[in-house]
């Protein structure tokens, strides 16, 4: 690859969670770069609007309606990317559900189940899926959290999810290995998504425009699909089974409670 050719020229890719936020800079991204995407998402109106602003600006893409809770939907979603483009050469399994109303004491069991479906088996299953069709070469990136690598006090079913996919990615990747397929973890700190209540700003930043995240601030969905895009292509050849945190520096550095502060 030269540095002048698209990324992705040529190459297929799914990504789930594809209808907004992160997953949807992603999805963009990876169209700009050349691949044929797979846009998936549960929600079926999301999927369709990211092809279709894929298709507008002249990229190939598709939409499916997945759960990805669901082996019958993760298979499905690979069998048609194969179908369609011949080949599925990387995935970006980011679909995720933060449940941030439980209460983590009192609440409703039923969210923390659903927490555990959407972002542990789904990305079990979406390994799985992938493996069944991915040749050697290929790459599977999937998001975590820097609450995979540290505890998030309000929730701890969230934070538990994520530290379990990071165990996957790590379980994983010398199993993949010996097929010739990378699988690394993206772990993002506070971004500005639907999920944590924010609208979806403009996404139209060029990469080289993005600007540094400050300490304390919250990233842009683009931050973190260049980092996707990164660990999906070639260029991080090197790199396998890590967690790569991308959270400006948020975990960096210990935040003692106030009572460690004050007491005499
Ligand atoms: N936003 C943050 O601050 C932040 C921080 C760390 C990690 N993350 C992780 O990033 C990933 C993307 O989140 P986001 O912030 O872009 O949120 P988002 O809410 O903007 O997007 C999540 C997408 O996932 C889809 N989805 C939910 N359940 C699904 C299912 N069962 N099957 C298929 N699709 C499903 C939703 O419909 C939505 O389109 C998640 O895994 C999330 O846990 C987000």
Redesign the pocket.
């Known amino acids: 690859m030269s540095p002048s050719e698209p990324w992705f020229g040529g190459k297929s890719v799914i990504v789930?969670?594809?209808?907004?936020?992160?997953?949807?800079?992603a999805a963009r991204r990876f169209a700009q770069e050349g691949a044929r995407v797979c846009v998936?998402?549960?929600?079926s109106t999301?999927?369709q609007s990211v092809a279709r602003e894929i298709v507008a600006s002249g990229g190939d893409a598709f939409a499916i309606t997945?759960?990805?809770?669901?082996e019958a939907?993760n298979l499905e979603m690979v069998n048609e990317t194969v179908q369609r483009y011949g080949a599925l050469d990387a995935v970006f399994l980011?679909?995720?559900?933060?449940g941030w109303a439980m209460n983590p004491l009192e609440g409703d069991l039923a969210e923390f189940d659903r927490i555990m479906?959407?972002?542990l088996r789904?990305c079990y299953l979406g390994v799985r899926s992938a493996m069944r069709v991915m040749a050697s070469g290929g790459a599977i990136v999937v998001?975590?959290?820097?609450?995979g690598l540290v505890g998030v006090r309000s929730n701890p079913a969230?934070a538990a999810s994520?530290h379990a996919v990071v165990g996957l990615v790590r379980s994983f990747a010398p199993t993949l290995a010996e097929r010739g397929v990378r699988i690394n973890a993206?772990?993002?700190?506070?971004?500005?998504?639907?999920?944590?209540g924010?609208a979806?700003e403009d996404l139209d930043v060029a990469p080289d425009a993005l600007p540094m995240v400050r300490y304390g601030e919250?990233?842009h969905?683009a931050h973190?699909a260049e980092v996707a895009l990164f660990l999906a292509s070639s260029r991080s050849a090197g790199v396998n089974g890590a967690a790569m945190l991308a959270?400006g520096a948020q975990t960096s550095v210990l935040a003692p409670p106030t009572a460690l502060r004050t007491s005499t």
Do not use: E, H
Request: proline share 5%.
């Open positions: 789930t969670g594809a209808g907004s936020g992160i997953g949807r800079a998936a998402d549960l929600q999301a999927a997945a759960d990805v809770a669901q939907d980011n679909a995720g559900f933060g479906a959407i972002n789904g998001t975590a959290s820097a609450g969230y994520k993206l772990c993002p700190g506070g971004v500005r998504t639907p999920m944590v924010i979806t919250r990233a969905p973190m959270d």
